[in-house]
């Protein structure tokens, strides 16, 4: 935060230091710096930012705080020979200061000599419902993401060089680096291997906990291009690191479960609970590719990617609280349990993916693709797993210790996939293009422990999916486009894995004149698992309609309609069910979202806009026995901008927006919201 801070009043002071322009003049480049013309523009200024209601919910949509933020600034300049070491530079900054995603491109550049690219993101997420109400017919008001909350970051940065060492031959070199860090809080349940006696308890008490995440991956390549005649051949060489560390600890101590409508949990607490797991896979990078044409009437292309990720795992678990021990005399009996386990790993994940494709120009109005790839993913892990348990008996009350866990094991999964695409493209009309096709999978998964195959993660899945698109433009102010897909699996390898899915997409443009456009979307969606009578059904139509006046009275809206509905059985596998053990599920959301805007210049140097969105959602998702989580909702979101444009100076902007959020069902998530943005933009 202190550097984009200071990279904010670092640009603030080169925009306010900058000679007074000639508003006539401002198309050529007017500043000269180190033999280039220099030229750009940059926007700055303070965001006011008022919230009635609860915070989080609006930082998990928004997060447009309060403060100076530099919203963009750009600078480009090039160089007629007068500077030896380069012709062009850029670079462009957006968002710094404290928005959601900021954002820096950095470009250097030598026509036929290099060509330097540096490019850095970032991006926050944030997500903490109100846990503090309770339904009543849903205990703690546990839900799927209820008692889960985090604040996180990702960074991403790259660098990327080109030395053109002759026309035909060029060297690469490129380092990327991802990040993932933050606070997270979400809830554990008191599971260990063989734990089978604990399944009730553990379903009945899940505890919140305090859970910080890092993970980062590094990879730096180096690779070569070479054209020769109608061949390109690319291959890159470099080593990929990940690392990966988390761990679990109680918020409190004791530390009672977050279903507080039963007295049970009141004494099944919580002493303590420690968790550690950490992973640091390395890996060779090895891709290699190429396209060429040995035939007018023939392009091959192809490509093989090799990696084997390979590195230690570890994992440590303990923690200790009161259960239930038994009964006596048909009361229950409460007293301590501990559990400790470590786990040491070898990890090794060889990949392998093999593509070749090949396009036959059959005649000028008939092309012919057919592609075939090939991936194969194997991890095998050799640890060992060691554990104790130590509970109390309901009759003496002695602590009994036991071995847990199975000791040493060996896993491999092995997963193969054989993907062929045959396509073929009809332009029989210059206006008209259909392209029919069919995709065939193979997937073949197969598991095995300490050697022996295991029939319940073991599959092998057949599927065929026919496609079909086409565009189709009659005249210069009507187009369409369309296409249609289908996959059919001959299996399904988890219960939501649907068995046929049926997918369709048509958007038709229409643009009457140069001030007139209409476009239209219809997209639709149909999947069944007949296995679990798991259904789902999503239709969507979007319209949008622009029309400009003149260059200065424009108007645009736009109506979406989103109706998503999904039915299933719930078949629970542990603990006590609750209310039985298959339960219907409808998960249904009917959204409607309005769109409108307006941009107008009625006199010189001063202009409006307004745009605004409204979405209205209905529908609940319903679980048999138990209150919805989720249901009906209102979000608008109005933003309106008076600008005026000071001759020589820049524009002055007053940004206002308005945003409310209403959940009817949890009206504690629900917030009100006012940004008011003050923002200065200069040309240079």
């Keep these: 935060m202190k550097i984009t801070r200071s990279l904010f009043f670092l640009m603030l002071a080169f925009l306010v230091s900058l000679p007074v322009l000639n508003a006539q003049d401002q198309s050529e480049p007017s500043l000269q710096w180190g033999g280039f013309g220099v030229q750009g523009s940059g926007s700055f200024g303070y965001r006011f930012t008022d919230v009635k209601g609860y915070e989080p919910m609006f930082e998990e949509l928004y997060n447009l705080k309060s403060g100076p933020r530099l919203m963009d600034f750009s600078i480009f300049g090039h160089s007629d020979g007068a500077n030896p070491f380069a012709s062009d530079f850029s670079l462009n900054l957006s968002g710094m200061g404290g928005d959601p995603y900021p954002s820096a491109q950095f470009t250097l550049s030598k026509p036929k000599l290099y060509d330097l690219r540096v490019n850095w993101s970032q991006s926050y997420f944030y997500w903490n419902q109100n846990d503090n109400v309770l339904l009543p017919t849903r205990p703690g008001n546990a839900g799927l993401t209820d008692n889960h909350a985090w604040a996180n970051v990702r960074k991403v940065g790259s660098v990327n060089f080109t030395l053109h060492a002759t026309d035909n031959l060029r060297f690469r070199f490129q380092y990327y680096r991802t990040q993932f860090s933050g606070a997270t809080f979400t809830t554990f349940s008191p599971l260990f291997f063989g734990s089978d006696l604990f399944g009730a308890f553990a379903r009945a008490n899940a505890y919140y906990m305090y859970s910080p995440v890092y993970d980062n991956t590094n990879r730096i390549t180096g690779g070569i291009d070479y054209t020769w005649r109608n061949w390109n051949f690319h291959y890159n060489l470099g080593y990929q690191t990940f690392t990966d560390n988390m761990t679990f600890n109680n918020v409190t101590s004791p530390q ?249 997409r048509v958007v038709a443009s229409v643009r009457l004149s140069d001030k007139f456009s209409l476009e239209n979307e219809l997209f639709m969606v149909n999947q069944k698992l007949l296995a679990t009578d798991f259904r ?41 069910p609750t209310p039985g053990t298959a339960d219907p599920l409808r998960d249904q959301a009917l959204s409607r979202i309005w769109q409108a805007g307006v941009a107008a210049e009625p006199v010189k140097y001063f202009g409006i806009r307004f745009t605004g969105n409204f979405v209205r959602t209905t529908g609940l998702g319903e679980e048999a026995g138990i209150s919805p989580v989720y249901g009906p909702l209102t979000w608008p979101l109005g933003t309106g901008t008076v600008y005026f444009n000071i001759p020589r100076a820049g524009r002055l902007s007053v940004d206002l927006q308005r945003t409310y959020y209403v959940q009817e069902l949890i009206t504690a998530n629900n917030f009100g919201a006012n940004m008011l943005t003050v923002r200065w933009t200069r040309d240079f």
């Excluded at 303590?272 to 896979?281: G, I, T, V």
């Design 256 to 504: 009672r479960a977050i279903d507080t409508t039963t007295g049970r949990t009141a004494i099944e607490l919580l002493s303590d609970a420690s968790w550690s797991d950490y992973r640091r896979l390395t890996t060779p990078v090895s891709e290699f590719s190429y396209t060429g044409e040995p035939y007018k009437w023939l392009e091959t292309r192809g490509s093989y990617m090799f990696y084997r990720y390979q590195g230690p795992a570890t994992f440590d678990q303990s923690y200790s609280g009161i259960t239930q021990t038994g009964t006596v005399s048909g009361r229950p009996v409460y007293g301590p349990y501990a559990v400790s386990q470590t786990a040491r790993a070898t990890l090794s994940e060889p990949n392998n993916i093999v593509q070749q494709g090949f396009t036959f120009h059959i005649n000028p109005w008939w092309d012919i693709d057919l592609d075939y790839r090939y991936t194969r993913f194997t991890t095998t892990t050799e640890g060992e797993f060691k554990g104790l348990l130590g509970l109390a008996d309901a009759t003496t009350g002695l602590i009994t210790v036991s071995p847990i866990g199975p000791g040493e094991a060996s896993n491999d999964w092995k997963d193969g996939m054989h993907q062929v695409d045959f396509n073929m493209v009809f332009t029989p009309l210059s206006n008209l293009v259909i392209r029919p096709g069919v995709q065939l999978f193979k997937s073949d998964i197969l598991m095995l422990e300490d050697g022996e195959a295991d029939a319940a993660r073991t599959l092998r899945t057949k599927t065929v999916a026919p496609t079909l698109s086409a565009f189709y433009r009659p005249s210069k102010w009507f187009n369409v486009r369309g296409e249609i897909r289908q996959y059919n699996h001959g299996s399904s390898y988890t219960a939501l894995s649907p068995h046929t899915d049926l997918r369709g």
């Design 536 to 576: 789902a059904k999503v239709h969507s139509n979007s319209t949008t309609l622009t029309y400009t006046f003149n260059q200065k009275y424009s108007v645009f809206g736009g109506f979406t309609y989103d109706n998503e509905l999904a039915t299933g059985i719930i078949a629970w596998q542990r603990g006590v």
